[in-house]
């Protein structure tokens, strides 16, 4: 008599016993198999900081239309909601601009470390943020480059020359065409304090921005600035006289609402162990707590 | 040769095959379970409409605080993160008032239809988004008492009232004492424009707010003010005669931040196609086993953005 754990069939096959053994164990491993996997994530993505993500890259564009990559350095921290809206504004304007444009994705980058603002969190802490907040977007990445391939500070305009660079490699369809490297576009995503920095003076006489690095941002490149404040933005940048060289390439979007939700507003309400609920994504406001980062002495 | 079907053991209870057998039967119909489940809940929930939730409800404070519950009624058509937000900020506000109160629970308590306001979503539609707001939160809670369980527009003074007598109900702790009915207090929520109202006079010469509702809502209750614009809501609540008699029942929360995410500004960017991503609440989160979806009629929709466009929303003749 065969008793039931007999493996074999008269065929000498394994019997159906066997691959069913076979493959429950195998499911019964696959979290065993998914932690491996996330440690060796874990340990060997941060080789990966000096690539370009490009997974949420959009590869093909409608017929006519420029694909165009919106890149915002600054500091996020910690990342905010309006960081979010902002970058939804921009490629609102973007695309409804003549509808010119359409967006294939968009890059925060943190700033380095050693830029020295005082309320700037641990670079690897802000990247994980912004890699939250960002986490349930379907066209917004994270990138690294600028916070931990690099080991100083990069000017921007360096930074954006290196998106500009990495993007003309990836290969994206206008229309009917077949994929063509070199056809993405990039603007730099910016708030109205930053277009009026465009224009000012350090107290040295020193300018905020080499007309040089402008030259590159904007001319070569183009800006698309999003209103935080009442600020007259076109009056801006038409005062201005780099940018106003370059208005063409200069898009602005008036946002229907300011949320008004800086990093320091709410660095000043985890100071005071108020509620920052809906102020920040919540992965980020989870990771803040987790990561204790409303304790850090420059952020009181 | 015995086969391999064969269930019964030489003793004669089921075999372990039986059994294994039964048993991924069983799991592999859990998801049929679950959308029996979904489908009675969503027949059923709506007989549900004229109890207060309680679910959220906090039923322990602190020795010497006061229990305390806070109640919006608006339209929320729809709902926005400001109106999280002011929940968030009233809390924090209640409780570092000499951290007297304890908030116990917050209410999103949308409008009847019949209040008449242009944009007002159908009732079922608010409702839901406000359950797809607050699914995520652990303190806030959707009431479809006004807007579902009553036939025509209730007063703001009797919604309070009926929350007031469902809140007395409930038997909440204070401290190492045993719980006690009649304990948790009530404070409305309300905007800067709402205290405003107070002292408003419609253009018949009409009173926006009835003296004796006022006198009610704040004297017998008490009223937390968030607000909105740069307006002094201090010398709004002194200059009115009626709240002036009742400046300690009234709180007072001065955001540090005015995201100003109004649902009319919302339903205008959705007229004009533009993104309301991060204006209004937007947490993915499907699952059959996700805590806090319990409370959450419709089931596992739980993403307000995602609702408005399934249920096009935005296509509404009077959100155009």
Same mark, same amino acid.
């Given at each position: ?12 096959? +394994?019997?159906?016993? $066997? ?64 960081? %979010? ?13 003549? #509808? ?15 830029? #020295? ?9 802000? $990247? ?56 993405? =576009? %990039? ?8 277009? =009026? ?5 350090? +107290? ?15 001319? =070569?490149? #183009? ?55 809906? $102020? ?21």
């Amino acid at each position: 008599m065969r008793s039931a754990r007999e493996t074999t069939s008269p065929r000498g096959c +394994p019997g159906r016993k $066997l691959r069913w053994h076979a493959f429950a164990v195998a499911f019964g491993m696959l979290p065993a198999f998914a932690a491996v996997r996330q440690a060796f994530m874990r340990v060997f993505h941060r080789q990966g900081v000096c690539t370009l993500p490009s997974s949420k890259l959009r590869l093909q564009v409608p017929e006519g239309r420029i694909p165009v990559a919106i890149v915002a350095p600054g500091s996020f921290s910690p990342p905010t909601l309006l960081h %979010l809206r902002m970058f939804e504004e921009a490629r609102d304007a973007l695309e409804r601009t003549g #509808g010119k444009f359409k967006v294939v994705g968009g890059y925060m980058s943190p700033v380095h470390d050693a830029y #020295g603002k005082a309320s700037l969190a641990p670079a690897h802490h802000r $990247l994980s943020m912004v890699e939250a907040a960002v986490s349930d977007s379907d066209w917004i990445m994270a990138d690294s480059w600028e916070c931990l391939c690099r080991s100083e500070w990069t000017p921007t305009v360096e930074v954006v020359s290196r998106f500009a660079a990495e993007l003309s490699k990836v290969p994206v369809a206008v229309g009917s065409n077949r994929p063509q490297c070199g056809k993405v =576009q %990039l603007v730099m995503l910016c708030g109205g304090d930053v277009l =009026q920095s465009f224009n000012a003076t350090k +107290p040295s006489g020193e300018r905020v921005w080499p007309d040089d690095d402008v030259e590159v941002i904007v001319g =070569q490149h #183009g800006l698309v600035c999003v209103g935080r404040g009442k600020a007259d933005l076109g009056a801006i940048a038409r005062e201005s006289t780099v940018l106003g060289k370059h208005l063409d390439k200069i898009v602005l979007a008036k946002p229907r609402v300011l949320t008004g939700i800086s990093s320091s507003v709410v660095r000043q309400y985890l100071a005071s162990n108020q509620s920052i609920r809906y $102020l920040v994504h919540d992965k980020v406001r989870d990771y803040i707590f987790k990561h204790k980062l409303n304790e850090l002495p420059n952020w009181q």
